[in-house]
């Protein structure tokens, strides 16, 4: 009686995952040829028979296709690039020197340029301003999970005075801001403070980002938030820093 | 066939569920929350490094099953312009240097004495009574009587403006909820903690508050006086006024007195009556002397639940009021029957002749948020139509536990 449950039961995993693919591939075809194709060039327009394989490039495609994960040049998994939102899952940030360190492709310094608007210049598209990058890779050259602690927190400084326009986009912004004060709290404790406060004065170098940034804090006033318990901090970091050496 | 499939699918969330209600903080019940109240040279980020610190402390100070039962939450009172009015009298001292401007604003370098100065001058115009502005007060003592409704003890801990918050909230609070109300009043710009003469923590060296007491005329009443010396402890802070450089400095006598009072006002306060469940989203209505507006909460499931449907799958409305006031209360008690997807929120003038002015407080995992919603008479006598006031997101978070939005 068990066993035929049990067969029931596979046949049933069976029709529903073969059913459901059979639908899902239809929906993501595009993407996932777009993907294998980026992956192992020698497979353009190979055609279907290739396509199809089981091999681990197509596997990994159909999972960031399905989780909208793909990007098409810097993918969270094994082409040769290290997506920097995906430090501790992505094959190819792992063992390598930390992609932002000096000497390793940091943009150069946009001098007053930089801060002539409120974004500045991201002149290699890596979403954050270059200043602030180069301040990052080269203030903490020796601490890969505090550098990405502080892009984490760099991120939410930027949502939070380039797309605070309402109340409730700043409520929102204010958890991104949370969320990256307990990461950082988690690696450095109370010394988080000082680093959070250093990075944020080398953020606010013009008094336009300075008023921009004010801007977002008075539609915060009277309003109440919570916190994590301590335990919880590791949660909050977009990384596993953990997984991070040092 | 289509049973197995659902009861497989069940279990599968289910499992999903659990594996992710255990390691959430908000899944756990919580006997007191205690709020950090800020003061007015402090910018949200920073108020939420002082609950840090403050929570950091008794961490330390209490015995594990003391400190698991606290809850922490800020309650951010607005700066009134002063930073950017210092930044923009300073700045050309400064020649320009914005950075090196927040480097003194948040302690990282020596404050000057011309800094110092003008951030005094500023401040000491600013009248008392503008300070404490109508809706950020009426919000916190949302909050804190929705809290108290729970069953829960309320405890502030308030720096500098925030005792002025924090004495107002007090007198807004009936005289049992008064009971379950407490404060640890830190560099009190106040005459009084809670209507008397409690204890408080105010620096020798704080040049704030020396000038606000040299400067009677400033406020209407003259600020509590130090009472406490920190010896050797240098800091960047030479206002002597930052909760974070100035009180909670390592070690420091000031330290050690806000953490001892903490723990001894936590000891001193009434566990009050629960009126209302307690839970991971709650929602309260408030409204005025008419008799009767109604609230409604249409769960993810589909469920509408209201005063003809008490019960749903998810939560429940335990509190019904027909006869002026309020509340009305919604929760779902626990992560257990906590659902993926959009809860929405809505209200429904059912019975009353003039215009009401309501008020729904929800408090949805980490976040809380208070509308208030001015309800013409007009549509008196509408039953089933409620007016969608907000929406509540709920998924699952993507390092494990749950993510909560709330949206209008």
Same mark, same amino acid.
């Given at each position: 009686m068990k066993i035929r449950r049990q067969i029931i039961l596979a046949v049933v995993l069976l029709l529903a995952s073969t059913s459901g693919w059979g639908k899902e591939k239809a929906k993501l075809g595009p993407c996932v040829r777009q993907c294998v194709q980026a992956f192992?060039?020698?497979?353009?327009?190979? !055609?279907?028979q290739e396509f199809m394989a089981e091999d681990f490039r197509s596997r990994d495609c159909v999972r960031l296709c399905k989780e909208n994960?793909?990007?098409?040049?810097?993918?969270?998994?094994?082409?040769?690039?290290?997506n920097l939102d995906y430090l501790d899952s992505d &094959?190819?940030? *792992?063992?390598? &020197?930390?992609?932002? *360190?000096?000497?390793?492709?940091l943009p150069p310094d946009p001098g007053e340029a930089g801060k002539?608007?409120?974004? !500045?210049?991201?002149?290699?598209?890596? !979403?954050?301003r270059d200043d602030i990058q180069r301040y990052i890779a080269l203030t903490y050259p020796g601490s890969q999970k505090t550098r990405a602690a502080l892009r984490q927190l760099t991120f939410a400084l930027d949502k939070s005075i380039l797309e605070s326009p309402d109340e409730e986009s700043a409520l929102n912004n204010t958890e991104l801001m949370h969320r990256a004060t307990e990461c950082l709290w988690y690696i450095h404790s109370d010394q988080s403070i000082k680093f959070k406060n250093q990075l944020k004065a080398e953020y606010l170098n013009t008094l336009k980002r300075s008023r921009a940034y004010l801007a977002y804090d008075s539609k915060l006033s009277g309003h109440v938030f919570g916190g994590k318990d301590f335990d919880e901090y590791k949660t909050s970091c977009t990384f596993d820093p953990d997984l991070m050496e040092d | 066939m289509k049973n197995i499939i659902y009861i497989f699918i069940s279990c599968l969330l289910g499992t999903i569920l659990l594996a992710e209600s255990s390691a959430a903080s908000i899944c756990d019940s919580k006997e007191t929350v205690v709020y950090f109240g800020n003061g007015i040279k402090t910018t949200e980020d920073e108020a939420y490094d002082s609950l840090n610190i403050l929570k950091k402390q008794l961490h330390m100070a209490l015995p594990t099953e003391k400190y698991e039962l606290l809850e922490f939450k800020v309650s951010y009172n607005g700066t009134h312009g002063l930073p950017l009015d210092l930044l923009e009298s300073t700045l050309q001292v400064l020649s320009g240097n914005t950075s090196r401007f927040w480097r003194l604003f948040w302690g990282l370098e020596i404050i000057p004495d011309w800094f110092a100065d003008k951030f005094i001058l500023l401040s000491s115009v600013l009248d008392k009574s503008a300070l404490v502005t109508t809706d950020s007060l009426k919000n916190h003592v949302t909050t804190y009587k929705t809290k108290i409704a729970e069953g829960k003890k309320v405890l502030l801990v308030a720096h500098s403006q925030g005792n002025l918050f924090g004495n107002q909230a007090y007198w807004l609070l009936n005289s049992r909820e008064q009971q379950s109300f407490g404060m640890v009043s830190v560099a009190?710009? +106040?005459?009084?903690v809670l209507g008397a003469d409690s204890p408080y923590t105010t620096l020798e060296t704080d040049k704030v508050i020396m000038a606000l007491l040299a400067a009677?005329?400033?406020?209407?009443s003259r600020p509590m006086e130090p009472n406490t010396e920190n010896l050797d402890k240098e800091s960047a +802070?030479?206002?002597?006024?930052?909760?974070?450089? #100035? /009180?909670?400095?390592?070690? #420091?006598n000031s330290e050690t007195k806000i953490t001892q009072q903490v723990i001894t006002v936590l000891e001193s306060l009434a566990t009050p009556s629960q009126f209302v469940e307690s839970g991971v989203i709650t929602i309260s209505l408030t409204w005025g002397s008419e008799p009767d507006v109604d609230l409604h909460v249409y769960e993810p499931n589909g469920m509408q639940v209201f005063w003809n449907n008490l019960?749903? /799958?998810?939560?429940?409305?335990d509190r019904d009021d027909? #006869?002026? /006031?309020?509340?009305?209360h919604y929760t779902v008690?626990?992560?257990?029957t906590l659902e993926r997807g959009i809860y929405h929120v809505g209200l429904d003038y059912?019975?009353?002749d003039e215009p009401e002015l309501a008020t729904i407080h929800i408090e949805a995992g980490l976040l809380v948020r208070t509308y208030e919603i001015a309800i013409p008479s007009?549509?008196?006598?509408?039953?089933?139509?409620p007016e969608l006031i907000a929406n509540i997101l709920v998924k699952g978070g993507e390092n494990g536990g749950y993510d909560f939005e709330i949206y209008e």
């Open positions: 192992n060039p020698s497979l353009a327009d190979s !055609g279907a994960l793909y990007q098409g040049e810097c993918n969270p998994a094994a082409d040769n690039c290290c &094959p190819d940030c *792992q063992g390598e &020197p930390p992609p932002d *360190q000096p000497g390793n492709g002539e608007t409120l974004e !500045g210049i991201d002149s290699d598209g890596d !979403g954050i | 009190n710009v +106040d005459n009084n009677q005329i400033a406020l209407p +802070d030479s206002l002597g006024h930052s909760f974070i450089e #100035s /009180y909670m400095i390592k070690s #420091s019960q749903g /799958y998810s939560g429940a409305l027909r #006869s002026g /006031y309020g509340p009305e008690p626990a992560c257990e059912f019975k009353g007009e549509i008196y006598g509408s039953s089933n139509s």
